[in-house]
């Protein structure tokens, strides 16, 4: 992707967040580009193509930073909960994906079945359960079925960043999160 269509992408999210996706339209994105609309449809097909590549972009950003702040930990456990934090802290600091997220809460699907962006759920999902595999091949976590647990910790992220975020639990939501990691963690833990 180019640096031109990252530009495109991240204004188009700013507008759909700022007025929501009914009330955006084609030339609010083109405008706030300085682009006309006609070119914008050469990286789109309609509304909905420029929304899901904007969104499903904004998702992706939000992956890299979490796996980044993942590869920078040493130790399988600290990865862990690096990633649980740090995928849910996200949204805090990003107000538009957070804005969009609100307004759409199907984004964050917890079912594969239900997910509209497959492939980068996926690699989340995949995330996990490498870092399930790394500990328990280094002995750190018991023995558990990889994927039965990934997908129960990728559906619990889900739930809580709808709590937090969507249902607007705010700090209570991200305490009990944050409880829940360590209450997993005493779980997975060898003694």
């Not at 804005?99 to 980068?120: G, K, V």
């Not at 994927?147 to 990728?154: E, I, K, S, T």
């Not at 992220?157 to 639990?169: I, N």
Request: hydrophobic share 40%; proline share 2%.
């Amino acid at each position: 992707m180019g640096l031109y269509e990252i530009q495109i992408f991240d204004s188009a999210l700013q507008v759909f967040a700022h007025y929501g996706y009914r009330q955006t339209t084609m030339e609010q994105v083109s405008g706030k580009l300085g682009m006309t609309k006609s070119s914008l449809y050469f990286y789109c097909s309609g509304k909905e193509d420029l929304y899901n590549q904007a969104v499903a972009h904004a998702l992706l950003q939000w992956q890299a930073h979490v796996r980044q702040a993942v590869e920078a930990q040493a130790d399988v456990v600290q990865k862990l909960v690096t990633l649980a934090i740090t995928s849910n802290q996200y949204l805090a600091e990003n107000d538009d994906l957070r804005t969009i997220i609100i307004n759409d809460p199907q984004i964050q699907s917890i079912t594969p079945a239900e997910d509209r962006y497959p492939n980068i759920g996926a690699a989340s999902y995949g995330m996990l359960k490498q870092l399930l595999e790394q500990g328990m091949a280094e002995g750190k976590f018991k023995p558990v079925d990889i994927d039965h647990a990934a997908g129960f910790l990728y559906s619990i992220h889900c739930m809580f960043v709808v709590k937090t975020y969507v249902k607007a639990e705010g700090q209570s939501a991200q305490d009990i999160y944050r409880s829940g990691i360590e209450l997993i963690l005493q779980g997975l833990l060898r003694k």
